[in-house]
């Protein structure tokens, strides 16, 4: 946190600037990156971090005749990378050979705005300029479905591809208002759900979670981050809450699942762009209990390739090889796991046995209980103790819900003035 030197190393070999970037999911310490110099680089950054700056990619991609605006890896093949330019030709290569291994540049007549591939990454979904949803199988090079003018406005819509294999979109209405919309790429004819949000001009960028279903909404230029859930059921979208903070985001960058701190319940973790500095925003689920949450953290995707980039080339899908994030939970306190009965409400049960007319079983139990750990004895020895200890705390409850009533009665006599 806090601002760093101006001498910190960068990542500098570009000579345009850099207009996207993309962490490679199946190598934690590779990047690639898309510039106005009409190259996609590829970058092996230390272990440790950069201590010197970095000119020298692994790889230099050359290909488009206009500036790269979109970098995608694939989600399941290793070194397959998916870049898109101004020159409207969406390209994807072998970063391990350097070879192109498919060009598609006949399937879009305007800018590009984004690119999404699907789940195990056997199509990809676009955004472009004239209005469409393009549902592309790209190692067919073929058009699999298309939806004109899935949002009427002229401003900059997004389209990204959900685990279930629906489409949610973000864009314009003819009135200038912001919309999100669920497709179903069965039938692209009239979207499954259509909400409008504001009427704000920033374009609204869409943060998927594919584990817990929730889409963040971050609009250039705003102060808020909306969220929903996305279900089965009709409306299928679902407010959530909205963060808001004071100060305007330009731009938004996301935590991977397995970068989450879960022994703090951290859900989601964003990266705020401001005009001077890069800020982090937490999002958490409070829970009272210390234990590994198993609702908030299913199995999500691992590091590991589910494909060589051969085979994937050869025809084959398959879905991300799955990791539980329940080694990465690291517990806050270290705790013994000594079981002491004696100091199971022991005020309770002082204060019962001492007062006049106290149960007994109360008393008994307590006199009878063994100070040690469980560790030990024979399972009827076990039975009877836990019968005991329920016996006592039954008359425990009993004792204090007379007395409530007792005290209550008084209450009621005092206020009406009998007392």
Not at 73 to 94: E, K, Q, Y
Not at 232 to 261: A, C
């Given at each position: 946190?806090?601002?760093?030197?101006?001498?910190?190393?960068?990542?500098?070999?570009?000579?345009?600037?850099?207009?996207?970037?993309?962490?490679?999911?199946?190598?934690?310490?590779?990047?690639?990156?898309?510039?106005?110099?009409?190259?996609?680089?590829?970058?092996?950054?230390?272990?440790?971090?950069?201590?010197?700056?970095?000119?020298?990619?692994?790889?230099?991609?050359?290909?488009?005749?206009?500036?790269?605006?979109?970098?995608?890896?694939?989600?399941?093949?290793?070194?397959?990378?998916?870049?898109?330019?101004?020159?409207?030709?969406?390209?994807?290569?072998?970063?391990?050979?350097?070879?192109?291994?498919?060009?598609?540049?006949?399937?879009?007549?305007?800018?590009?705005?984004?690119?999404?591939?699907?789940?195990?990454?056997?199509?990809?979904?676009?955004?472009?300029?004239?209005?469409?949803?393009?549902?592309?199988?790209?190692?067919?090079?073929?058009?699999?479905?298309?939806?004109?003018?899935?949002?009427?406005?002229?401003?900059?819509?997004?389209?990204?591809?959900?685990?279930?294999?629906?489409?949610?979109?973000?864009?314009?209405?003819?009135?200038?208002?912001?919309?999100?919309?669920?497709?179903?790429?069965?039938?692209?004819?009239?979207?499954?759900?259509?909400?409008?949000?504001?009427?704000?001009?920033?374009?609204?960028?869409?943060?998927?979670?594919?584990?817990?279903?929730?889409?963040?909404?971050?609009?250039?230029?705003?102060?808020?981050?909306?969220?929903?859930?996305?279900?089965?059921?009709?409306?299928?979208?679902?407010?959530?809450?909205?963060?808001?903070?004071?100060?305007?985001?330009?731009?938004?960058?996301?935590?991977?699942?397995?970068?989450?701190?879960?022994?703090?319940?951290?859900?989601?973790?964003?990266?705020?762009?401001?005009?001077?500095?890069?800020?982090?925003?937490?999002?958490?689920?409070?829970?009272?209990?210390?234990?590994?949450?198993?609702?908030?953290?299913?199995?999500t995707a691992g590091p590991e390739a589910a494909l060589e980039?051969?085979?994937?080339?050869?025809?084959?899908?398959?879905?991300?090889?799955?990791?539980?994030?329940?080694?990465?939970?690291?517990?806050?306190?270290?705790?013994?796991?000594?079981?002491?009965?004696?100091?199971?409400?022991?005020?309770?049960?002082?204060?019962?046995?001492?007062?006049?007319?106290?149960?007994?079983?109360?008393?008994?139990?307590?006199?009878?209980?063994?100070?040690?750990?469980?560790?030990?004895?024979?399972?009827?020895?076990?039975?009877?103790?836990?019968?005991?200890?329920?016996?006592?705390?039954?008359?425990?409850?009993?004792?204090?819900?007379?007395?409530?009533?007792?005290?209550?009665?008084?209450?009621?006599?005092?206020?009406?003035?009998?007392?």
């Amino acid at each position: 946190m806090g601002r760093i030197d101006k001498a910190y190393p960068t990542v500098c070999g570009h000579t345009g600037p850099v207009l996207d970037i993309d962490w490679c999911p199946h190598n934690d310490e590779v990047i690639a990156s898309g510039s106005e110099d009409c190259t996609v680089m590829v970058w092996q950054i230390p272990e440790n971090g950069l201590v010197s700056p970095l000119t020298e990619p692994v790889v230099v991609l050359e290909g488009h005749t206009k500036r790269v605006g979109i970098i995608t890896w694939h989600p399941t093949a290793r070194n397959v990378l998916l870049s898109a330019g101004c020159d409207n030709v969406v390209l994807i290569w072998n970063v391990g050979t350097a070879e192109e291994l498919y060009r598609l540049d006949t399937l879009h007549p305007d800018l590009i705005y984004n690119v999404s591939w699907n789940h195990n990454g056997s199509l990809f979904c676009t955004a472009c300029k004239d209005k469409s949803v393009r549902i592309i199988d790209p190692r067919r090079g073929t058009l699999v479905a298309e939806r004109e003018k899935a949002h009427e406005g002229a401003r900059p819509m997004r389209a990204i591809f959900l685990a279930d294999g629906k489409v949610f979109t973000t864009g314009f209405s003819r009135m200038s208002e912001r919309q999100l919309a669920l497709w179903d790429p069965e039938n692209l004819e009239e979207p499954m759900a259509l909400q409008e949000l504001d009427s704000s001009n920033g374009a609204l960028l869409p943060f998927y979670d594919p584990d817990t279903s929730v889409v963040y909404v971050c609009g250039k230029g705003d102060s808020s981050i909306r969220y929903f859930e996305i279900t089965d059921e009709p409306p299928y979208i679902h407010f959530l809450n909205t963060f808001t903070s004071k100060e305007p985001q330009r731009g938004m960058g996301s935590m991977p699942k397995r970068g989450l701190e879960v022994s703090k319940c951290e859900i989601a973790r964003f990266y705020k762009l401001h005009e001077r500095k890069c800020e982090p925003i937490v999002m958490t689920v409070p829970r009272k209990s210390d234990l590994f949450q198993d609702d908030l953290y299913p199995d999500t995707a691992g590091p590991e390739a589910a494909l060589e980039a051969e085979e994937w080339v050869s025809g084959q899908d398959a879905d991300p090889i799955l990791i539980s994030l329940r080694e990465a939970y690291v517990p806050s306190k270290q705790r013994d796991l000594k079981i002491s009965r004696r100091n199971l409400l022991p005020d309770s049960r002082l204060a019962s046995s001492s007062r006049p007319g106290a149960s007994t079983s109360a008393a008994t139990t307590t006199d009878a209980s063994p100070s040690g750990s469980l560790t030990g004895t024979g399972e009827a020895g076990k039975l009877e103790e836990v019968m005991q200890e329920l016996r006592a705390l039954r008359a425990l409850v009993k004792e204090q819900g007379e007395r409530i009533s007792h005290l209550e009665e008084q209450l009621g006599r005092m206020e009406n003035g009998d007392a």
